[in-house]
């Protein structure tokens, strides 16, 4: 039993938390390979970092318990992590994957798991009889992002656990948008959970880093066998910083959504905005779906501006909100999914699933909610031609 009972106070205690030894209160960086052992066969328990590093093992513990899972498994990236759970898979498998999924899950099935006759199939996972009439004996599981990037499309989570459930079939859920503290896949019934947490559990654009969390034991096995086995595991001293970065996570995401919130108002009643996409907004689309199953509309939004607008004008001009990929950050970014995030799907692709040439995606950061109107209004002005 835990001396506490909310996820503010979890980011903070959760995990293993402190050192028994000199009652630190950060869990120290365990800088080392192996571990020495007093006899054959006789060990503390730590026997190659590889398989197990105590700073490592105190970060899953702690991801484990946010996520309401049962184990948590700390990778060298988000990839890492991504393909550690695609590795559950083999020959003539198929996985439906939600339109939209980050760039990089497209191209790693695309490009290297087709090569070893693991497929994919790209399906709206918003239209649930869609996604049901696509499984068929092969399919064995369903991969999907909620909001998905860059248009924030909105995936019922628990009709997809059912369709799952009746399927049995694994469901996966790249959760890295959201975070635990604004939303819990597993407590609706899914059973994987992964993280690029080189987003907004770090917090801070320095570190890379990917997490996955399981739902159930025999999973956490399989996954632990991987990790083991493949070696894309997360070092000590990363391990350290993203336990770091995670104690703030609760206060940062209140910050953030309360700074999007304010953008998508201010966007929306630009006369140079064509169009917002966040699931903050009451009109938008996914609104009342990702309202039952999020805390509010996260961080992350896109908007499109009017044609008249210059969109390279528009990011020249900006000079606090700096152009880059990635997101989750305390500072403010933006970037231009078509040529940058999404560049690897191919533009026929991009047009067809509304990743157009003129869409901005904005991860709006902890700044000072004036400074970030003013550069994003100022350079709207100045794209205008
Ligand atoms: C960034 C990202 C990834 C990949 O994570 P890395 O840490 O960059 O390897 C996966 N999924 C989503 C949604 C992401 O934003």
């Known amino acids: 039993m835990s001396n506490y009972n909310k996820i503010e106070s979890a980011v903070i205690h959760g995990g293993i938390y402190g050192d028994k030894t000199t009652g630190a209160v950060n869990v120290p960086i365990y800088q080392t390979a192996t571990y020495e052992q007093s006899g054959l066969g006789e060990n503390t328990g ?16 702690l991801i484990a318990e946010l996520e309401c899972g049962k184990k948590g498994f700390a990778f060298a990236s988000g990839m890492a992590a991504i393909t550690a759970v695609l590795s559950l898979f083999k020959k003539d498998d198929k996985i ?19 090569n070893f006759n693991i497929k994919y199939e790209i399906v709206d996972t918003t239209n649930l009889d869609l996604l049901e009439k696509s499984i068929d004996v092969n399919v064995k599981a369903i991969f999907i992002e909620t909001p998905a990037n860059p248009l924030l499309t909105i995936t019922d989570i628990a009709g997809v656990v059912n369709i799952a459930k009746k399927h049995n079939i694994l469901s996966i859920v790249d959760n890295t948008f959201m975070t635990p503290y604004l939303q819990r896949p597993i407590e609706l019934g899914i059973d994987i959970v992964i993280h690029s947490a080189t987003k907004y559990l770090g917090g801070h654009s320095d570190i890379v880093a990917g997490l996955v969390v399981v739902k159930e034991d025999t999973l956490a096995e399989k996954i632990a066998f991987i990790q083991n086995a493949t070696g894309g595991i997360l070092g000590p001293f990363d391990s350290f910083l993203l ?28 006369k140079a905005v064509k169009k917002v996409y966040y699931p903050g907004l009451k009109d938008f689309v996914g609104y009342e779906i990702n309202k039952k199953q999020a805390k509010n509309g996260g961080v992350m939004m896109s908007f499109e501006l009017y044609e008249n607008c210059d969109i390279r004008k ?12 990635s997101l989750g950050g305390v500072e403010s970014l933006v970037c231009h999914p078509a040529s940058m995030t999404h560049a690897s799907i191919p533009k026929e692709i991009r047009d067809k699933i509304g990743i157009t040439d003129g869409l901005i995606r904005l991860s709006t950061g902890i700044e000072n909610i004036d400074d970030l109107i003013f550069d994003l209004n100022q350079a709207i002005e100045k794209s205008e031609v």
């Open 314 to 325: 528009f990011f020249k001009s900006l000079h606090l909100i700096a152009l880059a990929e």
């Open 243 to 270: 336990i770091r970065g995670i104690k703030t996570l609760a206060i940062r995401m209140d910050r953030h959504v309360e700074n999007a919130e304010k953008i998508a108002s201010f966007l929306q009643n630009n």
């Open 96 to 114: 439906i994957i939600s339109s939209n999924v980050y760039g990089g899950t497209f191209r790693i099935l695309d490009k290297i798991f087709k």
């Open 46 to 61: 730590w026997e190659y970092s590889r398989t197990g590093n105590p700073t490592r093992t105190s970060l899953e513990a």
